[in-house]
């Protein structure tokens, strides 16, 4: 075995992140990113100096599992989500169950809380829960913490951040107890092949995939296809797509903002 196979087979040992499921060439570019930083030349160099140098772990499983996320972000997609998708759900069924895939600090998972939340106060019979989960369990306790500094607050009103954020004296914002009983937040691998819950109305997995191999983008298409219940509603990032394999599970509901529903 090279010494880039002897690093990727350290890394997966010590920090359960199936590097062969990911594009090689995304893992090496993170790889030199890290190594640059610590002044390693050779693949070998950079797990000695693993081996060497715990802390240095956690910066690599950061770099390897980018976590990019805001409020709201593509707005267009949450306008779909209120104004059709939930509507359409709240129709057929009182509860609803979603789940974040990938959620990394939370933004995500909060921001459909904030949609639900409204919804509910609207009608108090709507309930739902939300399976907000990541690989990264660093991100994950923030994601739980729900602690977030005044930049990430851009995308939202005035009456949102009201409603649904407490100001702190240190000038961050906490979310507020309603929006965390909507959400479990859950360690969770996606190349684990096991989905977190059955019988879904909603998976969103976001600009997560742009990172794996097709063989493991295919896998994932049918967990999801199985996790779902029936014409149950499947939305992916905007730069991602469903390979012409998979036209078989989902049909398109909006084809813009990747939205798709499961066939039955």
Same mark, same amino acid.
């Given at each position: 075995?090279?010494? #880039?196979?002897?690093?990727?087979?350290? +890394?997966?040992?010590?920090?359960?992140?199936?590097? *062969?499921?990911?594009?090689?060439?995304?893992? &090496?570019?993170?790889?030199?990113?890290?190594?640059?930083?610590? /002044?390693?030349?050779?693949?070998?160099?950079?797990?000695?100096?693993?081996?060497?140098?715990?802390?240095?772990?956690?910066? $690599?499983? /950061?770099?390897?599992?980018?976590?990019?996320?805001?409020?709201?972000?593509?707005?267009?997609?949450?306008?779909? =989500?209120?104004?059709?998708?939930?509507?359409?759900? +709240?129709?057929?069924?009182?509860?609803?169950?979603?789940?974040?895939?990938?959620?990394?600090?939370?933004?995500?998972?909060?921001?459909?809380?904030?949609?639900?939340?409204?919804? +509910?106060?609207?009608?108090?019979?709507?309930?739902?829960? =939300?399976?907000?989960?990541?690989?990264?369990? @660093? %991100?994950?306790?923030?994601?739980?913490?729900?602690?977030?500094?005044? &930049?990430?607050?851009?995308? $939202?009103?005035? *009456?949102?951040?009201?409603?649904?954020?407490?100001?702190?004296?240190?000038?961050?914002?906490? %979310?507020?107890?309603?929006?965390?009983?909507?959400?479990?937040?859950?360690?969770?691998?996606?190349?684990?092949?096991?989905?977190?819950?059955?019988?879904?109305?909603?998976?969103?997995?976001?600009? @997560?995939?742009?990172?794996?191999?097709?063989?493991?983008?295919?896998?994932?298409?049918?967990? #999801?296809?199985?996790?779902?219940? *029936?014409?149950? #509603?499947?939305?992916?990032?905007?730069?991602?797509?469903?390979?012409?394999?998979?036209?078989?599970? #989902?049909?398109?509901?909006? *084809?813009?903002?990747?939205?798709?529903?499961?066939?039955?």
């Amino acid at each position: 075995m090279d010494d #880039f196979g002897l690093l990727i087979r350290f +890394i997966e040992h010590t920090l359960g992140i199936r590097c *062969s499921s990911y594009k090689e060439d995304y893992i &090496k570019r993170r790889l030199l990113s890290r190594m640059r930083s610590t /002044n390693c030349v050779t693949y070998q160099d950079y797990l000695n100096y693993l081996k060497a140098n715990p802390a240095e772990l956690e910066k $690599l499983r /950061n770099a390897l599992t980018i976590n990019v996320t805001e409020f709201f972000r593509d707005s267009d997609v949450y306008e779909l =989500i209120k104004k059709e998708i939930f509507s359409s759900l +709240i129709q057929q069924r009182k509860r609803l169950h979603i789940w974040c895939a990938g959620c990394s600090t939370g933004e995500e998972p909060y921001s459909l809380a904030m949609i639900l939340s409204d919804l +509910i106060a609207q009608n108090p019979l709507i309930s739902a829960q =939300i399976y907000a989960t990541d690989i990264d369990q @660093v %991100v994950l306790q923030k994601a739980k913490e729900g602690l977030y500094p005044p &930049k990430t607050m851009v995308k $939202l009103s005035e *009456s949102q951040i009201r409603r649904h954020f407490t100001k702190l004296p240190d000038g961050n914002f906490q %979310v507020k107890p309603h929006l965390k009983e909507l959400i479990r937040f859950r360690p969770h691998d996606l190349m684990s092949g096991v989905p977190i819950a059955q019988r879904l109305d909603l998976i969103t997995c976001r600009n @997560v995939t742009i990172y794996f191999n097709e063989q493991q983008k295919g896998s994932l298409a049918r967990m #999801f296809h199985g996790a779902l219940g *029936s014409r149950g #509603f499947y939305i992916m990032g905007k730069t991602e797509y469903l390979g012409r394999t998979l036209e078989n599970l #989902f049909e398109p509901y909006n *084809s813009l903002q990747k939205v798709f529903i499961k066939k039955d």
